[in-house]
T-cell receptor
Framework: DGGITQSPKYLFRKEGQNVTLSCEQN?????MYWYRQDPGQGLRLIYY???????QKGDIAEGYSVSREKKESFPLTVTSAQKNPTAFYLC????????????FGDGTRLSIL | AQKITQTQPGMFVQEKEAVTLDCTYD???????LFWYKQPSSGEMIFLIY??????QNATEGRYSLNFQKARKSANLVISASQLGDSAMYFC??????????????FGAGTRLAVHP
């Protein structure tokens, strides 16, 4: 079945450590997105990518970095510069056309040790 | 800038009854799309229904329907015959399209729905 796979499901970060969240999709979608969700709140856009080797900052990109070397993969690195990384992270992708829905992965919960 | 407002932090409904979740939006675009997503306690985001600004009829998908009032800039989600499994967070979102073909979703703060037996 086609879909989006995020790993790991749970991740713990030590102070000063960079961690990378994986997102892989087999939907043949061009556009991919990373969102952050804090408890009881909506989703905020971190980074997005329309095509391979191109990505744009979203609303809260500080302390995060991404790469898009393959169409299927859009990993997110939470750097040590992100002082409050504890949150739920969701990856999404969407097909061609402005009115295609975004399809989401199951998310990664990141906590500070 | 586009904005989505969901004014109901929490709602509850009796099983088998209908419930309406409110969503208002603000945009200067003539062409736009509105989406509703469901987020159960497990965290995944499930796409429910879509309404285009030029669609003449309200969207429906099974027990979900969208009460779209363009002049009032509202896109309320109606869930008919509520089930216990409908208990979740519900998010309204709007597609923002800008130069270069980039587009992203703007999400509201969400409404937590509790279905009581």
């Amino acid at each position: 079945d086609g879909g989006i796979t995020q790993s790991p499901k749970y991740l713990f970060r030590k102070e000063g450590q960079n961690v990378t969240l994986s997102c892989e999709q087999n939907l043949n979608h061009d556009a991919m997105y990373w969102y952050r969700q804090d408890p009881g709140q909506g989703l905020r856009l971190i980074y997005y990518s329309q095509i391979v080797n191109d990505f744009q900052k979203g609303d809260i990109a500080e302390g995060y970095s991404v790469s898009r070397e393959k169409k299927e993969s859009f990993p997110l690195t939470v750097t040590s510069a992100q002082k409050n990384p504890t949150a739920f992270y969701l990856c999404a992708s969407t097909g061609t056309g402005p009115y295609q829905p975004q399809h989401f992965g199951d998310g990664t919960r990141l906590s500070i040790l | 800038a586009q904005k989505i407002t969901q004014t109901q932090p929490g709602m509850f409904v009796q099983e088998k009854e209908a419930v309406t979740l409110d969503c208002t939006y603000d945009t200067s675009d003539q062409s736009y799309g509105l989406f509703w997503y469901k987020q159960p306690s497990s965290g995944e985001m499930i796409f429910l229904i879509y309404q285009g600004s030029y669609d003449e009829q309200n969207a429906t998908e099974g027990r979900y329907s969208l009460n779209f009032q363009k002049a009032r800039k509202s896109a309320n989600l109606v869930i008919s015959a509520s089930q216990l499994g409908d208990s979740a967070m519900y998010f309204c979102a709007m597609r923002e399209v800008f130069s270069g073909g980039y587009n992203k979703l703007i999400f509201g703060a969400g409404t937590r729905l509790a279905v009581h037996p």
